[in-house]
């Protein structure tokens, strides 16, 4: 009996030991759980229960880029696709660029340059890039007697009684503005009138015995142009031609009012406007005073500029 219950005890001791090794190894009752490693969307997991602990990892996305989309640098999870380049637009100089990468795609335009002109150099009309300078005008090399505003000068012109004899006096430009029109001088769009006041005066025995005749006419800076009509129309206006920004364009020229015409006291004073009509801004019309003689010869006031235009002939750039 007493054996008996000795292998009794092993028996039940020996399963008691098995039970507990069984538990052990292959269940969880004792919390010793076998977790597996948490993952981007998982916990650590016990591969036995189930049993969780922890949080997931989370995905760690990488940046996306214009070619590259964001992925999870763990899992490889697709989270968003690429950008895409971000063109900027193709321009003279540069082809199209992505704002974001800097890649470049196709070429550059390339400038579109204007011919130059009095006005302007050669100019990309895309971008306005310049290239060189503009044109030279035609007097940018002649020696001119240029008038200034307020300074009276030593002007000779023929008599009237006698065109061979010649008489000096002075001329002077007392007044000059620009205006975009008035009772006389009519506006135009986009054109504005530049006026000068001149004022001849002579005096002395010559002057007085033989008076004086003015002679004046109307040139170009830029081109030297001598197209100044010869007739004014039924308005009192004479054309003549300008190059603006490389565009043959018309102007106008008219008289405007008298203030002196007369003998006052020892002088003979010739006081009078000139308008002329030109598009906004254009600087390039001369007022000419040569000598009378030049014109009587001609037999015609307005002469060609290039016909007066010497270092007697006094000059107004009206600018
Ligand atoms: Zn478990
Ligand atoms: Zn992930
Ligand atoms: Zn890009
Ligand atoms: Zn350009």
């Not at 895409?84 to 321009?91: A, I, K, M, S, Y």
């Not at 030593?154 to 007392?174: K, L, N, R």
Request: with cysteine.
């Amino acid at each position: 009996m007493k054996r008996f219950l000795l292998w009794a005890g092993v028996v039940i001791g020996a399963s008691t030991i098995g039970v507990l090794l069984f538990l052990i190894f292959s269940t969880c009752v004792f919390g010793n759980h076998v977790y597996a490693l948490a993952t981007c969307t998982e916990p650590e997991t016990c591969e036995r229960c189930g049993e969780t602990r922890g949080e997931p990892l989370g995905h760690v996305y990488t940046e996306a880029t214009c070619t590259e989309p964001s992925v999870c640098l763990r899992c490889g999870e697709h989270h968003a696709d690429a950008l895409g380049h971000e063109w900027l637009p193709v321009t003279c100089t540069e082809p199209e660029i992505c704002a974001r990468c800097g890649t470049t795609q196709g070429e550059p335009l390339g400038h579109k340059m204007t011919d130059a002109t009095y006005q302007a150099p050669a100019t990309c009309t895309r971008c306005g890039h310049t290239e060189g300078e503009p044109l030279t005008p035609a007097l940018a090399e002649y020696t001119i007697n240029e008038l200034t505003v307020g300074e009276p000068v030593p002007y000779t012109t023929a008599s009237i009684a006698d065109h061979a004899v010649d008489v000096t006096g002075t001329a002077e430009i007392t007044d000059y503005r620009v205006i975009d029109g008035d009772e006389i001088f009519p506006a135009r769009e986009g054109y504005e009138w530049h006026v000068a006041t001149i004022r001849l005066v002579f005096s002395g025995e010559d002057a007085q015995q033989n008076g004086a005749q003015s002679a004046y006419t109307f040139g170009d800076y830029y081109i030297l142009d001598d197209s100044i009509s010869g007739h004014a129309d039924e308005n009192g206006m004479r054309t003549f031609a300008a190059d603006w920004y490389g565009m043959r364009v018309k102007c106008w020229q008219k008289t405007g009012e008298t203030v002196e015409n007369d003998w006052y006291g020892q002088e003979l004073r010739f006081t009078w406007e000139e308008g002329v009509l030109v598009p906004k801004g254009y600087d390039g019309v001369l007022l000419i005073l040569f000598n009378f003689r030049q014109a009587e010869d001609a037999t015609r006031l307005y002469l060609p500029a290039s016909d007066v235009l010497d270092e007697e002939a006094l000059v107004f750039r009206m600018k």
